[in-house]
């Protein structure tokens, strides 16, 4: 039965694919003795078919892009020649499957399209003139369908005697998974300024100048941008806002919600299919046989399912009352609910809470009056717009309207002041010079504009400008340079047979860790080195520091390891279609060159032409 229901499913994907792959490019012909693109064996490929692949793949890519794809885009993605090369080992294929008289019947042809659902009426029976004015549509007559059906089909079958069976070497998937679960210890020692027997001195005047020079990338200034700008923030016009009692009362009891909150309580539901089941939990939680996580877990559930969050008397319904009839934390039900009986337990309570409209005045008055600020320059946005359409300067707006002027040296890392809005910063960056001003909003419900009135390019800062800021990574720099001739002569000395102990250094010694596991303190190529490290082995790794490493010893991975038994499972998977695909590609490669490939590039031509 599993065989069976195996082809019946390769089936109903192959009547999908054929039947979505005779859409998209409808009927279009190309008359004349324009045929076929190319002929592989006494196989033809239709010149439609090449078309529809085309119609079909730029329709693809179109919706992956979210923007219309051409025909000359396709081809300079290269995908017109692989849906030919597709076409081509499908016609190759279909060439072998004849020679070697592989076929399918007619009754089994009939059955397919007997059961497709694409060809069934309303009563889900299959519908002559439902299949024949599909095909109507495409322009094949009933004859071409099934033919095409047959050698699909046919295909299919050769392609699953060329690559069935197909099972990973166990040695291979043993030696990978080994590999990938080995888990390593290792001692390290990261060597520091004091473990140098002389300190570093003092830079000369020569060694800042050639550090400067030769790290200069470090004391470029980044690209200045000078600007003037406007802006009007609501803040700016508070003063301009009179809210009365009557307003200030009215947005309390619109936000009334926020101020006013009944008690609420952090509550679980689990349900039941029945009353008794809902009783037979509640008795073992009284009992103390079971915890109500215990039921929850017996129930294939996690505690997450069952989550309501934070909920009112009310928002529970009939159940309310019970839940809420709980001065503490527990369990309340059995409960009749609209989804069944069920238990609730309740894990906190959290207390009305009330905020007078006394209490909440000032607070009020602060958010009412910068809503109104908001609007006012809402109301006030189209009189400055349509002054800077006048041709009306930054200066002008200042001066007319009242806005804030000023002027900004903005670099990429500017965040003060209104630099601080980011839709400033994107205004900024994107301005050039001699645009005209326009405005635009900012993310408290201000707005500005801005003029971009010069740019100053990146440009090196003079030694004298950062002699300290050198002087400390030229030390930094030397120190690192003295600390890795150092590591390399412990090294050499570690290899000889001296010990972490005998070169007086300091030892971490970290247990057994996976190859992509983390060891604290030490960059990612430390754990990398001490994997390509035998037992007893060492290695200097001079990356986020300098590290002494060691490999203490190798722990295999475990037979009953349940990680990999899963890992051997998704890398024999991995290796099996790898084989499967190269296994496939070379006999599709043989079959191409037996059967012999004949391109007809007046007719590739033809098509592209009518698509362009």
């Known amino acids: 039965m599993a065989q069976k229901k195996g082809k019946g499913v390769v089936v109903w994907v192959l009547m999908g694919l054929l039947i979505l792959g005779l859409g998209g490019f409808g009927v279009t012909n190309f008359g004349g003795t324009v045929r076929s693109i190319a002929t592989v064996g006494d196989i033809e490929i239709d010149v439609n078919d090449y078309a529809r692949a085309l119609e079909r793949e730029m329709r693809g890519l179109s919706q992956q892009f979210g923007q219309p794809v051409g025909l000359q885009q396709l081809q300079a993605f290269g995908r017109d020649a692989a849906i030919r090369g597709a076409l081509i080992t499908a016609a190759a294929l279909d060439s072998e499957a004849a020679r070697i008289g592989l076929s399918v019947g007619d009754e089994e042809v009939r059955r397919q399209v007997v059961s497709a659902p694409q060809f069934q009426g309303l009563n889900g029976s299959f519908d002559r003139e439902s299949y024949a004015e599909a095909l109507r549509r495409q322009g094949l007559t009933e004859a071409q369908f099934e033919d095409r059906l047959r050698a699909e089909t046919a295909r299919t079958i050769l392609e699953g005697a060329v690559i069935g069976g197909l099972a990973a070497p166990e040695a291979q998937v043993a030696a990978l998974t080994g590999w990938a679960l080995e888990r390593r210890a290792f001692s390290h020692a990261e060597l520091v300024a004091a473990d140098l027997a002389d300190p570093v001195p003092e830079p000369a005047e020569a060694d800042?100048?050639?550090f400067h020079e030769a790290e200069i990338a470090r004391y470029t200034r980044p690209e200045i941008r000078r600007l003037t700008y406007v802006w009007l923030a609501p803040e700016a016009l508070s003063d301009a806002v009179e809210i009365d009692e009557e307003t200030l009362r009215a947005a309390y009891e619109e936000r009334i919600a926020d101020y006013v909150q009944p008690e609420r309580?952090?509550?679980?539901?689990?349900?039941?299919?029945?009353?008794?089941a809902a009783e037979a939990a509640r008795a073992r939680i009284d009992s103390g046989d079971a915890g109500f996580a215990d039921i929850?877990?017996?129930r294939g559930?996690?505690?997450?399912?069952?989550?309501?969050?934070d909920v009112t008397e009310a928002d529970l319904g009939a159940a309310g009352a019970a839940v809420f009839a709980l001065e503490g934390a527990g369990v309340a039900g059995p409960v009749d609910t609209a989804l069944g009986p069920a238990l609730f337990q309740v894990n906190a309570i959290l207390a009305a809470r009330e905020v007078g409209f006394d209490e909440a005045r000032d607070d009020l008055a602060e958010t009412v009056t910068i809503d109104r600020a908001r609007r006012l320059i809402l109301d006030q946005s189209g009189a400055i717009e349509d002054l800077l359409a006048g041709g009306a300067t930054l200066e002008d707006l200042a001066a007319e309207v009242g806005m804030e002027l000023g002027t900004i040296a903005m670099a990429p890392d500017t965040r003060d002041g209104i630099a601080a809005y980011t839709a400033f910063r994107d205004a900024a960056f994107a301005a050039e010079e001699g645009d005209y001003p326009d405005l635009f909003e900012l993310e408290d419900g201000g707005v500005a504009a801005l003029r971009l009135d010069g740019i100053?390019?990146?440009a090196p800062r003079p030694l004298d400008e950062v002699r300290a800021q050198v002087a400390v990574d030229w030390t930094a720099a030397e120190t690192r340079k003295r600390l890795v001739a150092l590591g390399e002569e412990m090294l050499a000395a570690l290899d000889g047979g001296a010990s972490f102990d005998s070169l007086g250094l300091v030892v971490t010694r970290h247990p057994a860790t996976p190859r992509d596991g983390f060891a604290p303190g030490l960059p990612?190529?430390?754990?990398?080195?001490?994997?390509?490290?035998e037992p007893g082995g060492h290695a200097l790794v001079a990356e986020g520091g300098v590290h002494l490493l060691r490999t203490d010893g190798i722990e295999p991975v475990a037979p009953d390891d349940p990680d990999a038994a899963e890992l051997a499972e998704s890398l024999g998977s991995q290796i099996e279609r790898g084989l499967a695909d190269d296994l496939y590609s070379a006999y599709a490669a043989a079959m191409q060159a037996r059967a012999g490939i004949s391109l007809n590039g007046a007719a590739i031509e033809a098509v592209h032409a009518q698509m362009r």
């Open 208 to 210: 800042l100048v050639v």
């Open 265 to 276: 309580r952090i509550v679980e539901r689990l349900v039941f299919p029945d009353a008794a």
């Open 296 to 298: 929850v877990a017996e």
């Open 301 to 309: 559930l996690a505690l997450a399912d069952i989550d309501l969050g």
């Open 456 to 458: 100053d390019p990146p």
């Open 524 to 533: 990612p190529a430390a754990l990398q080195a001490v994997f390509a490290t």
